[in-house]
């Protein structure tokens, strides 16, 4: 769906699959920040356009107590054509390694500083690399409202992303580990040093599958 931006005409692309049903959700411009709203109830007969700017006293949040729009970002896909990468940490130091290993391997830094920050971020962006520790803001792996969304996604949306997982107690390129744990790699903290080199082949093998995966579909007459 395409829709504008009524304070500074900004045109944001955002698939139809990522917009609440039944709700209406306030989000921020990536170009000018304005508060703005997407309407995801059915629209009656010449009703006005899906994106506004917002009202106080006319729309409701998804959470009443809680305004989301400072979270709810859709950001500008146009920026510099990079695919994206959303990556969440403990610490400065996990931040600024992944942040250089991320750009190394040509994706756009996007941080996440909170599980529903995260969240946010997933409901209205496409991410194509997802990079999480398992002790994410000290909430068990088990128990993460961030892994508990991914596990939910839409395979369509799901089979797009790369979900790296890390910690202590996991053993880097374990493929039955990541399997476990819906992860496509799972990565040692001791390892971070070595993430870009871990990551580079697990890209490509991905890349390589989903191309197959796409033709395959082509040639069924699927898509």
Known sequence: MEVLCKNCSAKLNIPEDKIPK????????????????????PLEPETAPLLEKSREDQVPLLNPDHDDSEENVI??????????????SNNEYE???????????????V????????????????????IMPDTFNDIP?????????????PMSV????????FGESLKSNDRMMGFTMSANVVVNSQDLGKITD??????SDHQMLYRI???????LGKI
């Open 141 to 153: 792996l088990e128990r993460n409202p961030v892994l508990d969304f991914l596990n939910h996604l």
């Open 198 to 203: 871990i990551l580079m082949p697990a890209i």
């Open 111 to 130: 941080p996440a500083e909170t599980p529903r920050k995260a969240i946010s971020m997933m409901r209205f962006n496409t991410f194509d690399l997802v």
């Open 95 to 109: 931040t600024n390694v992944l942040k250089t290993s991320v750009e190394e391997l040509d994706y756009r830094f």
């Open 75 to 88: 950001l500008d896909s146009s920026k510099d054509g990079k695919n994206l990468a959303l990556v969440m």
């Open 213 to 219: 995966f796409s033709n395959t579909l082509e040639e």
């Open 158 to 165: 799901r089979r797009h992303m790369i979900f790296v997982l």
């Open 22 to 41: 039944g709700q209406k959700v306030r989000v921020s411009c990536p170009r000018c920040h304005e508060k703005v709203i997407i309407d995801g109830t």
